[in-house]
């Protein structure tokens, strides 16, 4: 890996990703995304933010952290923005233990070897109480039935080597590393048109799927948070032993004592 140093790509085939991601549909999905991530970082604050993936998004532009990087893999061929970071995968960043405060994943997890791997890895760099955001396309959506449709046919409507990752899935590999679930929503709820017609013309979809099927959304946004168990030191154990107590003891004082005897004195002489 190598600053700033763009990977030896001449020759190679056009990406089906990239293609899919220039198409009407493809533009449709990064406009509702840039949305979603302009409105989930603009308020966290920290020293440091990564995005992974999909240089066609610019997930940190209305972030005020001070250190915001970019990281790409060679299949990322058509990063046109500026890249910090080039890797050989996702799955081995090359940061210290706790050192960001930010992670965004858009489309990272669908396209990744082994994608808990990622999330392990996302889970040590992050800073305790630091966040990371997650984008994917949801099984359970109209989308999701087109692709599966597609795939016997040969005619997928999106490229064939990603794999869609449930949001209930998502969740459990949450649970399994230190991530609670902070928030997260659906969108882009038009049908799998592949032409800027027919999406102009099934705009009404948005808002009868945000109300009536909210779940069935094509995209989903999710943001998760670093929790980490405190520990409270107690110290040694002390052994305190009991001091015993004397027995309390009466003390008459002599004049007291002088006083009684004068008393029984005179009543013995009134007798």
């Known amino acids: 890996m190598k600053m700033n140093e763009s990977p030896e790509i001449a020759g190679l085939p056009a990406d089906p990703w990239r293609n899919w991601l220039a198409s009407s549909a493809g533009r449709y999905v990064l406009d509702w995304e840039q949305a979603q991530f302009d409105s989930a970082v603009v308020d ?15 997930a940190l532009r209305e972030n005020r952290m001070p250190h915001r990087f970019r990281a790409c893999v060679p299949d990322d061929e058509g990063a046109s923005r500026r890249v910090d970071l080039w890797l050989d995968r996702y799955g081995a960043l090359p940061l210290d233990t706790q050192s960001l ?25 992050l800073r305790p109480e630091g966040r990371v955001i997650v984008s994917g396309f949801n099984p359970v959506s109209l ?33 399994l590393l230190s991530f609670e679930m902070e928030h997260g929503r659906f969108g882009c709820y038009r049908p799998p048109c592949r032409s800027e017609k027919w999406l102009e013309r099934t705009r009404f979809f948005e808002s009868a799927g ?9 995209v989903y946004f999710v943001s998760a948070v670093k929790r980490v168990c405190g520990m409270r030191l107690v ?27 004068i008393a029984v004195r005179r009543h013995s002489h009134l007798r």
């Open 235 to 261: 110290g040694p154990a002390i052994r305190r032993t009991r001091r015993l107590r004397r027995p309390a003891v009466a003390v008459v004082a002599p004049r007291r004592v002088r006083e009684r005897q």
């Open 101 to 125: 405060d930010l992670v965004v994943l858009p489309h990272v997890l669908e396209f990744a070897d082994d994608p808990h791997q990622v999330l392990r890895e996302v889970d040590r760099v």
């Open 210 to 218: 945000d109300r009536w099927w909210p779940i069935c959304g094509a």
């Open 44 to 58: 966290l604050f920290g020293y440091h933010a990564l995005q992974c993936g999909l240089p066609e998004l610019d």
């Open 143 to 175: 989308w999701g039935a087109r692709q599966i449709l597609g795939r016997p046919l040969g005619r997928p409507f999106l490229p064939g080597d990603g794999q869609f990752i449930g949001l209930p899935r998502l969740r459990d590999w949450f649970k």
